[in-house]
């Protein structure tokens, strides 16, 4: 099966500036999570969605990022505007059910982001 | 709150040297625990989990078993391979919410 998918692999941009994230999660999979991991860091969750509805985005920075999932299939995070502390990957991941069950995440790639 | 804390790398080991990798959590309720890799340039895998107490994961060659009595879920493999090296992550999982650890950077030389 095709895994999770992400676009673009690798983004610059300058502080102040705009950027989107795709994601594409498994096919089947319910749940969709967004985490950011900084360089020596381990990845932290910004959003959970399970289906198109939002479950956690306490770690959200709402003053600059949003993020959606249309119709419970992709989504999209995106960062307005950015700043250098913004540097990092973003993982985007998914899986069959998050509802209090053990479960298997899926990790994309990742996208690079560098915010100079 | 919850968490993880995994031992600080990086770790340099020789081929077919024994590896540990020490984590230990902290939760409220009883944990789901996992292993992630995270081999150079590829997202992270799932290596193995344990769901509960004296649970052992395993998966090529590596092993952890959930400690409950001393809140540990040590990564552990008997011959390390070069490719091996990789990146591992402790996590815990307490059902919605999802907690990794820093990190151990793993290089394993010829």
């Known amino acids: 099966e095709a895994g999770v998918a992400q676009s673009p692999r690798y983004k610059i941009i300058e502080k102040r500036q705009s950027v989107a994230f795709w994601c594409n999660p498994i096919?089947?999979?319910?749940?969709l999570y967004w985490y950011q991991q900084i360089l020596g860091q381990g990845p932290k969750l910004l959003i959970q969605?399970?289906?198109?509805?939002?479950?956690?985005d306490s770690q959200l920075p709402k003053d600059r990022f949003s993020a959606e999932r249309l119709k419970g299939v992709d989504s999209t995070l995106k960062i307005q505007p950015a700043k250098l502390e913004d540097s990092a990957v973003y993982l985007c991941?998914?899986?069959?059910?998050?509802?209090?069950?053990?479960?298997?995440?899926?990790f994309g790639p990742g996208t690079r982001l560098t915010v100079t | 709150g919850d968490s993880v804390t995994q031992m600080e790398g990086p770790v340099t080991l020789s081929e077919e040297a024994c590896l540990t990798i020490?984590?230990?959590?902290?939760?409220?309720?009883?944990?789901?625990l996992f292993w992630y890799v995270q081999y150079p340039g590829e997202g992270l895998q799932l290596l193995l989990k344990?769901?509960?107490?004296?649970d052992k994961g395993s998966n090529k060659g590596f092993e952890a078993t959930y400690r409950k009595e001393t809140t540990s879920f040590h990564l552990e493999k008997g011959s390390v391979q070069v490719s091996d090296s990789a990146v591992y992550f402790c996590?815990?999982?307490?059902?919605?919410?999802?907690?990794f650890g820093t990190g151990t950077s793993l290089t394993v030389i010829p």
């Open positions: 096919s089947g999979h319910a749940t």
């Open positions: 996590a815990l999982s307490t059902g919605n919410q999802f907690y």
């Open positions: 020490n984590c230990t959590y902290t939760a409220t309720g009883y944990p789901s």
């Open positions: 991941a998914s899986s069959l059910d998050g509802g209090g069950t053990p479960y298997e995440q899926y």
């Open positions: 969605f399970q289906n198109n509805g939002v479950v956690d």
């Open positions: 344990a769901t509960k107490a004296d």
